[in-house]
């Protein structure tokens, strides 16, 4: 027997008990609310790969990132990062805690937002 | 095309700055520890462009749903939660809209209640499901031969 899985049909079903009236859209327009929130919890673990490009330093994972495939990132958390070594694997790397570093790179810095 | 550097787990770290992945190495471009600079300068952006350099495990938002035969893209744990969440919303512009006090106290009350039952089953939920880990533990011991 399979796992019980809602439907967006399903959740207007039981909504429209209690709101016979309430419309499709806007009530899919909720759901995605709910979605965007239930974002917050780890219930979709993703991974991507993106290209490392010489002296840059930051790479964008705004809403709008895209991985090398040109896929959407949609990231909310990243859990961990690995750097492709001379042999071709993925080796973990270790997230930095101090970030004041001293040197910085101006030239890519066109991720971060500059002032209007 | 592979990287040059050998030990990526010593010489490159990762950190986060608002939407920004920052990526610093000190190795230069042959994978060599950089000796050009001084110590005050040696973590630096990484030297050389690599394909699919940089792999990400992370927490995605779940697929938008766009029409009425769409499943959520969430574990099931979670759906009673997304009904929950759309009756308070709904529940609430009830309370906005009608013009009887009575009811209008009425219909926030029951936002309320639906607003508590979504936050439950959220943090809840998500506690619980943040890994399906289970079992017994098993500490794997150095190899001392």
């Not at chain 1, 399903?10 to 909720?30: K, T």
């Not at chain 1, 990231?75 to 071709?88: H, I, P, Q, S, T």
């Not at chain 2, 936050?119 to 001392?144: C, H, L, Y």
């Amino acid at each position: 027997m399979s796992v019980h899985s809602l439907t967006v049909k399903n959740i207007l079903s039981r909504i429209r008990q209690v709101f016979p009236d309430a419309q499709e859209n806007y009530v899919i327009n909720l759901i995605n609310d709910a979605l965007v929130e239930m974002g917050y919890y780890s219930n979709k673990i993703a991974h991507a790969k993106i290209s490392a490009v010489a002296n840059q330093m930051w790479y964008d994972l705004s809403d709008g990132a895209e991985d090398s495939s040109g896929n959407k990132l949609e990231l909310n958390k990243v859990k961990r990062v690995y750097l492709m070594d001379n042999e071709g694997d993925y080796i973990q790397i270790p997230r930095l805690t101090d970030t004041n570093l001293l040197l910085t790179d101006i030239t890519s810095e066109s991720a971060l937002e500059a002032p209007d | 095309m592979a990287s040059n550097i050998t030990y990526p787990d010593k010489h490159a770290v990762w950190f986060i700055e608002g939407n920004n992945l920052c990526l610093v190495t000190n190795t230069d471009s042959s994978g060599n520890t950089s000796t050009t600079t001084s110590g005050r300068k040696t973590w630096k952006a990484i030297q050389e462009s690599v394909t699919d350099g940089v792999l990400m495990y992370y927490n995605a938002e779940p697929n938008k749903v766009s029409s009425i035969e769409d499943s959520l893209d969430i574990d099931n744990v979670f759906e009673k939660g997304i009904v929950e969440y759309v009756k308070k919303c709904l529940y609430m512009d009830r309370a906005g809209k009608t013009p009887d006090a009575n009811l209008s106290q009425v219909a926030l009350a029951m936002s309320q209640m639906h607003d508590r039952s979504w936050k439950e089953i959220s943090v809840k939920a998500g506690m619980q499901k943040r890994d399906k880990t289970g079992g017994t533990r098993v500490i794997k011991p150095f190899n001392m031969t």
